[in-house]
C-alpha cells in the first residue's frame, strides 16, 4: 500500500497563509496506474497551496516505480508557493505567440510588496467606503504631486525667461552657445535616466523623489552664480541628472495608489501643472523684470529668478519627504484598515504596488515589445518640438512683435491652454475609455496651431500668437502615454525598464530641439516651424497606431480566457507578472 499526504504549509510564514487550510490523504493500491496517480496530482496541483509529500516507509516495489513516474511533478508543486504555471492557459500555440504569453513559472516567493499586507486578511471595501478613500488619498498625494511636477517644468523653463532678461550679454553668449545650454540638460537627463529608474524601484521611492527633488532646486540656485559659458553646461547637466527621477516616478506613484479607470484623470491632473508652472513662472519673471528696472539690485534680474525658483523648490523636497508615503504600507494618513482597503482595491489592476528585485527577464520582454518600442518612437519625435519651443517660446513671442518684457506675460495664457486641453483630455479619456484617441486630438490641434505660426503674415501677430497657444495642447499625446505606461505595463522591473526607454527617448528629442532653432533663421525660424509640424504629424501616426495594436492584443487575450484549458492563478494580481504573462491582464486604450 502507498500512502501519499498532501498537507497545506499555511501555518509557515508563506505567502500562501491567507488560504483555507486543507488536508488530502489519498491511499493507493498499487495496482492503481500511474496516470490516475498523476490526475490526482494534477487536481491538487490546480489549488493555491503549496505541497509536501510524506510517504510511508513499507513501500513495495510496484509503487515505488509509481512515484518515480510523477515525483518530477510533486518537486514543481512542492517548490514553489503557489503551484502553477500560469502559461498552462494557452494550449492553442498561436494565440500564445500572437500575445507573447511566457511559458515561465510564477515566483511566489517574490510576491509583490502588497502580498503579505493582504495575506491572511479578509477585505471588504464597498462602494461608498471607496469613494471615501478615494477622496483622502486625493487629499493627501495629490497637491504634492502635482505642485512639484509644475516646479519641475518651471525651473527647467527659467532659462527660457532668463534669455530675454540679459544672460546671453552677461554670460557672452554667441552664435548656437544658447542652444547648447538649453540641450545640455538632456545630457545629464539621458545619462542618469536608467540609473535613477533602477534606484525608482530598489530605495524607498519617495524618499528618493523627495531627495531628488532638493539636490535639483539648490543645483537651480547655482545657475544664478555661473559667470560663463561653461559653467552654465556644467550646472544644466546635473540639473538634468537630478530631474531625471521626476517623471517615471510620478508614474509609478500613480500606478501604485490609483486603479486604471483613475490613472488617465490623475496623470493629466499632475501633468497639466506645466501649463501652471508656465502661468506662475510668466508672472513671476515679469515681476522681477519689472521690479529690478524700477528699483536697482545687486544681482542681476535673471539671477534672482533661478534663486527665487530653486530656493522654493527645495522647500517643496522637504515637505515631500516629510509627508510622501513610499506605498500604501507606510502611508501614516491611513488607519490599518485603510491600508488594506487601498490595496485592495487596486487589485483590479493586476500590477501590485511594487517589487524590488531586477528580474532579467522582464528587462528582455520589454527590450523586445512591439509597443514598447511605439512608445520610444513617439516619445522622440514628439519631444523635438518641446525641446524647441520650451526653451525658445520667450523668443518667438518677441518675432511676433512684441516686447521682451511683453513676452514673459505672454507666455502665461499658454499654460492655461495646456492645463484645459490635459484636463480635458485626461477627463473625457477616461469617461469613453479611450485616452489614446483623445490625446490625438490635443495632438491635431498642435498641428493647426504651428500652420497658423508658418503661414499667416508677419503682421497678423495676434494670429500668430493664438496658434502659439493652440500648440500647447500638443503634450496631451505625450500625457496619455506616459499614463499607458503606468496603466498598461505591468511587472515592476518590466515597467521601470519601459519608463527608463521612453525617457531616455525624450531626452534625445530634447537635446535635438533647440538645434532645430538654428541662430541663421532668426527672428522667424521659420524651418524650426516646419519640423515641428512634421514631427507632430508622426506624432500622430503612432497614436493610432498604439492604439489599433492593444485593440487587437485585448481580442488574443479574451479568446485565451474563454478557452476549455485556461485556469486563473489564485492571487496572481500580487505576483509581479508582466502584462503579456498574465492574460487576465486587459489594456486601456
Known amino acids: 500500500m502507498l500512502d501519499i499526504l498532501f498537507y497545506d504549509w499555511s501555518h509557515h510564514d508563506l505567502p500562501c497563509s491567507r488560504l483555507h487550510s486543507k488536508d488530502v490523504v489519498i491511499s493507493e493500491d498499487s495496482r492503481r496506474s500511474p496516470s490516475e496517480l498523476q490526475k490526482h496530482l494534477a487536481l491538487l496541483s490546480q489549488t493555491s497551496f503549496p505541497i509536501s509529500i510524506v510517504i510511508n516507509t513499507l513501500l513495495c516495489t510496484t509503487a515505488s516505480r509509481k512515484l518515480q513516474v510523477i515525483m518530477s511533478e510533486v518537486e514543481r508543486a512542492s517548490t514553489t508557493a503557489v503551484s502553477t504555471d500560469v502559461e498552462k492557459i494557452a494550449t492553442d500555440s498561436s494565440k500564445a505567440t500572437d500575445i507573447g504569453f511566457r511559458s515561465r513559472k510564477v515566483d511566489a516567493d517574490d510576491p509583490d510588496e502588497a502580498f503579505r499586507l493582504v495575506a491572511g ?117 546635473f540639473l538634468g541628472a537630478f530631474e531625471a527621477a521626476v517623471s517615471p516616478g510620478f508614474a509609478l506613484f500613480t500606478s501604485q495608489w490609483y486603479t486604471k479607470e483613475e490613472q488617465g484623470t490623475r496623470v493629466g491632473w499632475w501633468f497639466s501643472f506645466n501649463g501652471w508652472g508656465q502661468i506662475v513662472g510668466g508672472c513671476v519673471a515679469y515681476g522681477i523684470a519689472v521690479g529690478t528696472e524700477a528699483h536697482p539690485i545687486l544681482i542681476k534680474s535673471w539671477q534672482l529668478v533661478f534663486l527665487v525658483t530653486g530656493f522654493f523648490t527645495v522647500f517643496m523636497g522637504v515637505l515631500f519627504l516629510y509627508l510622501m508615503p513610499d506605498s500604501q504600507m507606510n502611508a501614516r494618513f491611513l488607519t490599518q484598515q485603510e491600508r488594506l482597503m487601498a490595496v485592495e482595491r487596486i487589485r483590479i489592476n493586476q500590477q501590485g504596488v511594487g517589487n524590488k528585485h531586477f528580474k532579467w527577464y522582464q528587462c528582455k520582454e520589454a527590450l523586445t515589445d512591439p509597443v514598447i518600442w511605439a512608445f520610444v518612437s513617439l516619445s522622440a519625435i514628439g519631444s523635438i518640438p518641446n525641446g524647441g519651443v520650451s526653451n525658445y517660446f520667450s523668443q518667438l513671442i518677441v518675432s511676433f512683435g512684441f516686447s521682451e ?134 506624432s500622430f501616426c503612432i497614436l493610432i497606431f498604439i492604439n489599433l495594436w492593444y485593440r487587437r492584443q485585448n481580442k488574443v487575450k479574451a479568446a485565451v480566457r474563454a478557452g476549455s484549458s485556461y485556469t486563473k492563478v489564485e492571487g496572481q494580481e500580487f505576483l509581479d507578472l508582466t502584462d503579456r504573462e498574465n492574460p487576465e491582464f486587459i489594456y486601456s486604450l
Not at 475609455?433 to 508658418?454: D, H, P, S, Y
Not at 519608463?499 to 531616455?504: P, R, V
Not at 538654428?518 to 524650426?528: F, K, L
Request: include cysteine; charge should be positive.
Open 405 to 538: 518684457n511683453q513676452s514673459l506675460l505672454l507666455g502665461a495664457p499658454g499654460g492655461a491652454v495646456q492645463i484645459i486641453t490635459l484636463l480635458v483630455a485626461g477627463h473625457f479619456g477616461d469617461r469613453f475609455k479611450n485616452r489614446i484617441l483623445f490625446g490625438a486630438a490635443g495632438v491635431v490641434l498642435a498641428i493647426l496651431g504651428m500652420f497658423l505660426i508658418l503661414l499667416l503674415p508677419l503682421s497678423n501677430s495676434g494670429g500668430r500668437l493664438a496658434g502659439y497657444y493652440l500648440y500647447q495642447s500638443s503634450s496631451t499625446g505625450f500625457v496619455a502615454i506616459l499614463g499607458l505606461i503606468s496603466t498598461n505595463v505591468a511587472g515592476w522591473t518590466k515597467k521601470t525598464t519601459a519608463a527608463a526607454m521612453y525617457l531616455i527617448a525624450y531626452c534625445v528629442g530634447n537635446i535635438i530641439g533647440p538645434q532645430v532653432f538654428q541662430s541663421t533663421d532668426a527672428p522667424q525660424y521659420r524651418n524650426a516651424n516646419i519640423t515641428i509640424i512634421v514631427c507632430m504629424c508622426l
Open 121 to 237: 486578511e479578509a477585505v471588504v471595501v464597498t462602494p461608498d467606503d471607496e469613494k471615501k478613500l478615494l477622496r483622502k488619498i486625493d487629499r493627501n498625494l495629490m497637491p504634492l504631486l502635482c505642485i512639484v511636477y509644475g516646479l519641475n517644468y518651471l525651473d527647467k523653463t527659467t532659462l527660457s525667461y532668463a534669455s530675454v532678461m540679459g544672460i546671453r550679454t552677461d554670460l557672452h553668449l554667441v552664435g548656437q552657445d544658447y542652444s547648447w545650454i538649453a540641450s545640455v540638460f538632456y545630457f545629464g537627463y539621458l545619462f542618469w535616466e536608467w540609473p535613477t529608474n533602477r534606484l525608482l524601484q530598489r530605495l524607498p521611492l519617495a524618499k528618493y523623489s523627495a531627495f531628488n527633488i532638493i539636490m535639483w532646486g539648490l543645483t537651480l540656485c547655482c545657475l544664478a552664480a555661473v559667470k560663463n559659458f561653461g559653467g552654465a553646461i556644467a550646472v544644466r547637466i
